[in-house]
């Protein structure tokens, strides 16, 4: 095995143990709670030991040596994981044809990507936003249907922004959309997803995603929320208190943890409902006094707005935050996609 492929695994390692440190001792414990769901800071520490592990073993030669036969494991299988221990002559039929699978994923990975659109949903009005921090933005949304013939709604946020941020999401696009129309839930999405993201050398930090399989036959959002901000279901009653329920994690972010069950959940929606899913650009904008924009006023916007249509909404949502940053740059990217159950 050359040099280079264990130069670039180290590299990679040690800017990933960087940013997962400086994650936990500067991220405040609310939004832990967020990132994590049902995971604690532990598993957290897990993977930075798993990490550390992996960067003695690249020092002193030891990573990517097979333990059959004590040969060097491929570099390609490499870059796709880099806990790989066993090289390509060694292993099973299976293992080789899954492998040959999750090569050609992290292939799609490298492709450009197409341009966004909203498409028409039954039963859905549906309206989309998304305004970077910088000249380019690390949130993401899209539209891909499910093979069940489920319509899925994604939205994923990397961590941190700018022109680093904007790669790593432009690569988990592409990921999603190879896996979404392969496979039959949002927990098995996220699942896949995380496999291949947590030890790929490509990716250097994580990302919270939410993805929902809507059913136009049951009005039912079935659901995966991996450590993203809880995206809003507002239901109007103009006879009685309105009702918000937020959809929480069910699940930690995307390359937070080193192994991870993602978990998922089912929101009947109906007539009039609102669904609106945000990046944390929404929430913790901040006024000339240092104060959060944050969820609450998020909600008094939707409530205030709930007959509007989902353009108007987005509107309403934006001139508020502009109201309320004042003269001040927005600190992170920000993103908003809202629909309608008609």
Known sequence: MENTILERI??????????????????????????????????????????????????????????????????????????????????????IGRLEDELELARTVQKALLPQEVPTIPGLDVA???????????????????????????????????????????????????????????????????????????????????????SPATRTLTYCNAGHNPPLVFHPDHNQASIARWLRPTGPAIGLVEVNEFGQAVQTLYPGDLLVLYTDGVIEATDPGDNLFGTESLLQVVERLHDSSPKEVIRGIRETIEEFVVDRPLSDDVTLVVCRIT
């Open 128 to 214: 989309a936003y998304s305004r970077p921090a910088e000249f380019v933005s690390g949130d993401y949304f899209d539209f891909i249907d499910f093979g069940a013939g489920s319509h899925g709604l994604v939205i994923a946020d990397v961590a941190g922004h700018g022109v680093s941020a904007s790669l790593q999401m432009a690569s988990f696009q592409a990921l999603t959309r190879a896996i979404v129309p392969a496979s039959t839930s949002p927990a098995e999405v996220a699942a896949r997803i995380h496999g291949l993201f947590s030890h790929n050398i490509h990716f250097t930090t994580f990302v919270t995603l939410f993805i929902g399989a809507y």
């Open 10 to 95: 180290g590299a990679y390692l040690v800017e990933k143990r960087v940013a997962l440190g400086e994650w936990l001792s500067a991220s405040p414990v609310d939004k832990k709670t967020v990132l994590l769901a049902s995971s604690d800071q532990q598993a957290v520490l897990d993977h930075l030991g798993a990490i550390e592990q992996a960067i003695e073993e690249t020092e002193s030669g030891a990573l990517g040596i097979c333990r059959i036969c004590g040969g060097t494991v491929e570099d390609e299988l490499l870059e796709v994981d880099y806990t790989a221990d066993v090289c390509l002559s060694h292993l099973s039929t299976e293992e």
